[in-house]
């Protein structure tokens, strides 16, 4: 069992920056693959992106590649997501995800193929 605590939201206007943090306690932080997911009022939810465990593989959405990058800390077991170039459209809830791996190279872009969630932290970007 893994804990998840999402940091760093707020407003920013478009065109600013967040970072995002995800905090981990429980079980080996560097034994999960981890991702990024996001909820928009009234809109469908979208994948943002995954990190494996061994940090070599990393997926992100086509709507935010170029603007977004995940990192992680693993001796912090902490993940980052950091968001540069922020549109309205990029406001939502964002949720922190983690799963076992079945490879250390391991990444998903279903959200159902992770186990835990985070309770998510809103992103508000204004025009």
């Known amino acids: 069992q893994v804990q998840l605590v999402e940091s760093g939201g707020g407003l920013v206007g478009s065109g600013g920056s967040l970072r995002l943090s995800c905090a981990a306690s429980g079980r080996t932080f560097n034994n999960y693959a981890m991702g990024w997911f996001r909820q928009a009022p009234g809109k469908e939810g979208e994948f943002v992106g995954a990190?494996?465990?061994?940090?070599?593989?990393?997926y992100y959405a086509d709507s935010v590649k170029g603007r977004f990058t995940i990192s992680r800390d693993n001796a912090k077991n902490t993940m980052y997501l950091q968001m540069n170039s922020l549109k309205p459209e990029d406001t939502a809830d964002y949720y922190c995800?983690?799963?076992?791996?079945?490879?250390?190279?391991?990444?998903?872009?279903?959200?159902?193929?992770?186990?835990?969630w985070g309770r998510g932290i809103q992103v508000t970007v204004s025009s």
């Open positions: 995800l983690a799963t076992t791996p079945i490879a250390s190279d391991y990444v998903s872009s279903a959200p159902s193929d992770y186990r835990f």
């Open positions: 990190i494996s465990w061994n940090k070599l593989r990393v």
